[in-house]
């Protein structure tokens, strides 16, 4: 038998840069420092360029970004937070995380995105910032999303962690609210070789407060002006995602073109592709269509060689560790529509036209009863 072709390969899509990572690697090593040192203090400045300005501050992962996001804002016991029900559960730990309260708001049918016309009637006199998931490698509707929270007094924190590099309108995302969350765990479109994060913001002085919650809360070695935690970027993965962010433009392209043609091999079928949106630059971090009978179609590809996911299946409001927030099953029809249909193909830049034919034929098969 085969292996069958996973829905994404690190090594393949890190094979032509592989020696250089070796080699960052190495110098690492051979330097003895492997917390907050130069490779870190080079990577967060590099991904600052990259994301047009500002400052970032790398901490241990994705998770950790949001809830240091969260906590340098202010928001804790007694405060709600708006986000959405279909995302990665880590979206919503960190808002739990803090002592802080979700409420959740539905998702447009055609983007799987927050619907900014249902965050208004959701915010409640404790509603201290809305959350935007920037899913798929999508950008949400920054314009939007900002008016409502400039009109409440909210704080906005994005979690871009499917989209680096993705743009709303002519600016990236991730820099349109007060802070921007990034994940670098593996398999994202800028990936590390174990978990990391990053965490954007346009003022210096929530920078230095940043730095400082990242690391035990200290200002200088032993004096700790507030209780922080311990979350930092090392140095490893650092230099790791210093050598492969000069290739990411060009992987990015590449996605966007490998997306245009999956995109006309399965124009004919039974499903519904990605929605084209306005002012948005998708990432492709995922290529996801929506199916009847997802399973089925599932099970079917898997019987042909092809691995598929699906994020997610549950949403976050009927996971049983969130069942005392106390919604129930049709609360958010869009978004558990999503997580029924939705099907992520195998998909990255190191695709072949044969691999993507294997994909586009074997689902083309699984989707005809
Ligand atoms: C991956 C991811 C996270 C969490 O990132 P980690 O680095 O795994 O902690 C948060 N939100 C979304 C939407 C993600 O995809």
Request: with cysteine.
């Amino acid at each position: 038998m085969m292996r069958p072709m996973p829905v994404f390969d690190v090594c393949a899509h890190d094979r032509e840069i592989a020696e250089q990572i070796e080699h960052a690697i190495m110098r690492v090593v051979r330097s003895g420092w492997f917390i907050l040192g130069r490779e870190v203090e080079r990577f967060e400045e590099t991904f600052a360029d990259y994301l047009g300005g500002g400052f970032v501050v790398g901490v241990g992962s994705g998770t950790d970004a949001i809830q240091v996001a969260l906590i340098v804002t202010g928001i804790g016991p007694g405060d709600t937070v708006i986000t959405v029900p279909n995302t990665a559960v880590p979206t919503v730990s960190a808002i739990t995380a803090v002592g802080a309260q979700p409420i959740f708001v539905d998702v447009d049918p055609a983007t799987a995105l927050i619907q900014p016309e249902r965050i208004e009637e959701a915010i409640k006199p404790d509603t201290r910032a809305i959350l935007p998931v920037h899913l798929y490698g999508r950008a949400a509707p920054m314009d939007q999303i900002l008016e409502i929270a400039g009109k409440h007094g909210l704080a906005v924190i994005e979690d871009a962690a499917q989209a680096h590099g993705a743009y709303w309108r002519d600016r990236k995302v991730g820099t349109w609210g007060d802070l921007g969350c990034f994940s670098f765990y593996p398999s994202k479109n800028l990936g590390a070789y174990g978990d990391g994060g990053a965490i954007w913001t346009a003022e210096a002085e929530v920078a230095q407060r940043l730095r400082q919650l990242r690391n035990y809360g200290q200002a200088d070695r032993y004096r700790h002006v507030t209780i922080g935690i311990n979350s930092r970027l090392d140095e490893i993965q650092a230099a790791i995602l210093a050598t492969k962010l000069p290739h990411l433009e060009m992987w990015t392209q590449k996605r966007r073109t490998l997306a245009e043609t999956m995109r006309q091999r399965l124009s004919d079928l039974p499903l519904t592709l990605p929605a084209r949106a306005d002012g948005e630059t998708h990432v492709h971090h995922l290529f996801v269509v929506r199916v009847n009978n997802r399973d089925r179609v599932r099970r079917a590809m898997e019987e042909r060689g092809i691995r598929t996911q699906v994020h997610y299946p549950i949403p976050i409001h009927l996971q049983e560790a969130y069942r005392y927030l106390g919604y129930r099953a049709g609360a958010f029809p869009q978004a558990e529509a999503w997580c029924l249909e939705t099907l992520s193909l195998p998909f990255s830049p190191a695709m072949s036209e044969n691999d993507l034919s294997l994909v586009t034929d074997a689902l083309a098969e699984a989707v005809v009863p």
